[in-house]
């Protein structure tokens, strides 16, 4: 079965399990945007910006940042929006 992140975490939540409040962005001015949005509705100030794609290993490939700062997340999402991710599993 091939799922995004964003997918299960959309099945899971339908069947009631809690989930973290999560955005797909298609620039990185959408990203920065919707992170304002999380940091309204939730006061949280961190954000996880990651790739999508069907393989493990994310992070190692550098598809998984963690941002501090609204212009840490569109400069994050600059980065890896369009990159070629290479991991073990691709």
Do not use: C, W
């Not at 954000?47 to 393989?55: D, G, L, P």
């Amino acid at each position: 079965m091939n799922l995004h992140e964003y997918q299960g975490k959309s099945i899971l939540k339908k069947y009631g399990v809690a989930v973290p409040l999560g955005f797909i962005a298609e620039s990185p001015e959408q990203a920065r945007e919707l992170a304002k949005k999380i940091l309204d509705e939730t006061g949280m100030d961190k954000f996880a910006v990651k790739a999508q794609i069907h393989a493990g290993g994310r992070g190692k490939g550098g598809g998984v940042k963690i941002a501090k700062s609204l212009d840490e997340v569109q400069l994050f999402a600059d980065q890896i929006l369009g990159m070629q991710l290479v991991t073990p599993q691709t």
